[in-house]
């Protein structure tokens, strides 16, 4: 009988953990950056006052919000995921699994930001847009606005594709490794 090794360390863990401070910080910073605008005044319109007049400032919230869901909370669930895997059912990636792994953390990332991040940029543009000229706007009516969106949804379509394709495949990464039957 050979010695069998336990595994204590989930490395699919730690990297998901690693993109989810990333992606952490990340989002401290982007707060920041409306915060800090909107109080010190570099940034008009104020962001509260996208968000507050709804429409197109929607896109704004929907974007944000799901970044720090998607991107931040879901990117540290991930791990747990990772975790149970490799630790608890002592299945370790290798191979196709390894690789399915890492295109699943890559794309995920990658998809999160594109997506969201021109969802909030779009939103804040657009809605503040809306806003009249007298809190910093330009009047814009919604189809003004929307004519700016518009070319915007390409390629955060793209993004959101980009990320189901990382998750689907980190999907079937996780179901191969628990389904994989260990040699004696």
């Given at each position: 009988m050979g010695k069998e090794v336990m595994v204590t360390k989930s490395v699919w863990s730690s990297r998901f953990i690693i993109a989810a401070i990333a992606q952490g910080l990340l989002a401290t910073l982007l707060t920041a950056y409306f915060?800090?605008?909107?109080?010190?005044?570099?940034?008009?319109?104020?962001?509260?006052?996208?968000?507050?007049?709804?429409?197109?400032?929607?896109?704004?919230?929907?974007?944000?919000?799901?970044?720090?869901?998607?991107?931040?909370?879901?990117?540290?669930?991930?791990?747990?995921?990772?975790?149970?895997?490799?630790?608890?059912?002592?299945?370790?990636?290798?191979?196709?699994t390894n690789i399915l792994a890492w295109i699943h953390l890559i794309l995920m990332n990658v998809g999160v930001v594109g997506a969201t991040w021109l969802m909030v940029y779009g939103g804040y543009i657009a809605g503040g847009g809306m806003l009249p000229a007298a809190v910093g706007g330009k009047g814009w009516d919604a189809?003004?606005?929307?004519?700016?969106?518009?070319?915007?949804?390409?390629?955060?379509?793209?993004?959101?594709?980009?990320?189901?394709?990382?998750?689907?495949?980190?999907?079937?990464?996780?179901?191969m490794s628990w389904l994989r039957k260990e040699r004696k």
């Amino acid at each position: 009988m050979g010695k069998e090794v336990m595994v204590t360390k989930s490395v699919w863990s730690s990297r998901f953990i690693i993109a989810a401070i990333a992606q952490g910080l990340l989002a401290t910073l982007l707060t920041a950056y409306f915060v800090l605008g909107q109080t010190f005044g570099f940034l008009v319109p104020a962001f509260s006052r996208v968000i507050a007049a709804g429409g197109a400032g929607m896109w704004f919230t929907v974007g944000y919000l799901s970044y720090l869901i998607v991107g931040v909370v879901s990117m540290a669930v991930t791990a747990l995921f990772y975790q149970h895997i490799e630790v608890t059912l002592q299945k370790p990636y290798k191979g196709i699994t390894n690789i399915l792994a890492w295109i699943h953390l890559i794309l995920m990332n990658v998809g999160v930001v594109g997506a969201t991040w021109l969802m909030v940029y779009g939103g804040y543009i657009a809605g503040g847009g809306m806003l009249p000229a007298a809190v910093g706007g330009k009047g814009w009516d919604a189809g003004k606005a929307h004519e700016f969106l518009a070319p915007l949804v390409p390629p955060i379509t793209i993004f959101i594709a980009i990320l189901a394709i990382g998750v689907l495949l980190g999907g079937l990464g996780y179901v191969m490794s628990w389904l994989r039957k260990e040699r004696k």
